[in-house]
């Protein structure tokens, strides 16, 4: 692992029961607190709660977000593949990517959620399925990333987000900036240790890897254990279920930044 990375600190603004004016003070709150990355996610209905509350579209909105903000980083926690012809993804992402002055990062996972693949009339099938679906795009979006004119502003960075050991992080390893994962410390260090072998198998230095991890809890009780399993972004989870937005435990993960990289 590299350790020399620093340590960034992530928000995930769930686009659910709320206004998209609340949405959009909220990524603006986000950016001048100091967060380094803001993400949203990618469903079509509200994942707990009121199940037919409000909700809006990743994508579109994402291409808000680059207009809105200057600074931080954007993107989904994560696409689905299932959603989106990958050639037509890897041109929308391409697109945000200008318009955000490169600042984009395409979140990507195989989708899991039935409700959106039933209402939205996409073939649900199986997760085996849905996972060979995505490790068919991945290339393809790279592919046409190399043929779109304007090319992107940059190399655009891939985050894979899951931890099927088999699958997943086999993709990880041979596409992904950024691997996104879940758990406690110990289930994070056993993933992380699955991916370096699977890039030791395909010949890539794992340290090109940054770690994810989405954290809840104040940071000095779930910070440390997760860094020293190489976790280096950390991800706040924050939705609208409520009377706004509360920044209070993202402030206290950026603090956390700001002492642990000096």
């Known amino acids: 692992m590299n350790d020399s990375r620093p340590v960034r600190i992530g928000l995930q ?27 949203n996610w990618d469903h079509f ?7 037919d509350g409000k909700h809006f579209e990743c994508w579109t909105m994402l291409g808000a977000w680059a207009e809105a903000t ?30 955000s002055g490169g600042r984009l990062i395409l979140g990507i996972g195989s989708g899991w959620f039935r409700r959106d693949y039933d209402e939205y009339g996409y073939e649900f099938g199986t997760a085996g399925g ?10 393809r979006i790279r592919s046409r990333w190399q043929r779109l004119n304007p090319a992107p502003t940059r190399d655009i960075p891939v985050l894979i987000g899951g931890g099927g050991e088999k699958k997943t992080l086999r993709y990880a390893a041979e596409h992904a900036t950024i691997w996104h994962g ?7 260090t056993h993933k992380c240790a699955v991916l370096d072998g699977h890039c030791r198998d395909i010949g890539r ?37 409520g009377p706004g937005y509360d920044l209070g435990l993202l402030k206290e993960w950026i603090a956390w930044r700001d002492e642990r990289n000096g």
Do not use: K, W
Request: with cysteine.
């Open 182 to 188: 879940f758990g406690d410390a110990e289930t994070v």
């Open 45 to 51: 209905f509200p994942l707990y709660g009121e199940p």
């Open 13 to 39: 603004l769930q686009p659910q029961h709320a206004d998209y004016a609340d949405i959009r003070r909220t990524v603006a709150a986000a950016e001048e607190a100091g967060a380094d990355v803001v993400f």
């Open 130 to 139: 849905r996972l060979n679906d995505l490790g068919a795009a991945l290339p």
């Open 70 to 99: 200057s600074r931080v980083q954007i993107g989904a926690l994560v696409t689905c593949n299932s959603y989106r012809n990958p050639d037509l993804l890897a041109d929308m992402a391409r697109t945000v990517d200008h318009i």
């Open 205 to 241: 230095d794992p340290a090109e890897i940054e770690r994810s991890a989405a954290v809840e809890g104040a940071p000095e009780e779930v910070g440390p254990g997760l860094h020293d399993a190489g976790v280096r972004l950390f991800t706040v989870g924050q939705d609208g279920d």
